[in-house]
């Protein structure tokens, strides 16, 4: 099934007590627009609100990407690629890197995860990873930051110099690398992702469903639907990228990935 009203760029599966969400734009290398945004979102509050739900899955169509962030393309044509207010505004990118619940979460990375498809890999609570997969933070390429958690998250996640290297330079690094430093749990070969998140699911789904819940928010902090001690980290980070998209390096960068070019940076 899909998720309602999102144009059928997000697809809903069940199996057993699991969830199983997928970006469903190969086309776009799973690319994420309004209706990514809205459909991953309202997935995930519906299966948050589902107590027969245990675990959530979260992969990307097709054997090449898992997900290459933001729509460059939808931005430089000055669409949005999330709602900006009501209760669906405050899920963040992707309609979840800030919307954390209780149940675990396992990202499926089948493909390359670049700038957004790091920071939802950031944002979720395992990752199993295809041997051609990728991680990396190219925002700066291409004139913005890596606002939707990728900035703290991958400092959190990764040894401090190499998270820094990885955000100033937006170089990835490969499947094999991640789970040498810990960012992933597994690597799998490209056609046993899904298979492999799923025998990860059911370990957990094995287990009383409260008190693996109940395990999440002490371990992430979550109070009311929220990580207070992130909140710090993602005000400066909202005061950031508001400075950041007024300046012409921001249009010029999706500009120049559009049209195929090498952006021309002024500094302004």
């Given amino acids: 099934m899909s998720a309602q009203g999102n144009e059928d760029a997000v697809k809903v599966s069940r199996q057993g007590h699991v969830v199983v969400i997928t ?20 997935a995930l509050e519906a299966a948050d609100k589902d ?16 997900c290459a962030g933001a729509d460059l ?3 430089s044509r000055g669409e949005r690629l999330g709602p900006t207010d009501g209760p669906r505004a405050t899920r963040g990118f992707a309609g979840f890197v800030s919307f954390p619940i209780a149940k675990p979460i396992i990202a499926a990375v ?15 609570d395992l990752v199993v990873a295809s041997e051609t ?6 925002e700066v390429k291409r004139g913005i930051m890596a606002a939707a958690g990728g900035a703290f998250r991958l400092l959190d996640q990764l040894p401090r110099k190499l998270a820094m290297e990885m955000v100033l330079t937006g170089e990835p690094i490969t499947a094999r690398r991640a789970l040498e430093l810990g960012l992933v749990n597994a690597v799998v070969p490209q056609d046993q992702v899904l298979h492999a998140a799923l025998a990860l699911a059911a370990k957990i789904t094995a287990n009383a469903p409260l008190a693996v819940q109940a395990s999440k928010r002490v371990a992430l902090g979550i109070v009311s639907g929220e990580i207070p001690s992130e ?9 950031e990228i508001r400075r950041l998209m007024e300046s012409a390096d921001a249009k010029e960068g999706p500009r120049a990935f559009a049209e195929k070019r090498t952006p021309v940076w002024r500094g302004e």
């Fill in 73 to 75: 393309r939808a931005l």
């Fill in 110 to 124: 089948n493909g390359f995860a670049l700038g957004g498809g790091t920071e939802i890999a950031l944002a979720s």
């Fill in 51 to 66: 107590r027969d739900v245990r675990a959530i899955i979260i992969t990307g169509a097709g054997d090449q990407a898992f």
């Fill in 23 to 42: 970006i469903n734009r190969p086309e776009a290398r799973n690319a994420v627009n309004m209706a990514v945004t809205t459909g991953i979102g309202d």
């Fill in 133 to 138: 997969a990728s991680f990396g933070l190219p």
């Fill in 231 to 239: 909140q710090t980290a993602w005000e400066l980070t909202r005061q």
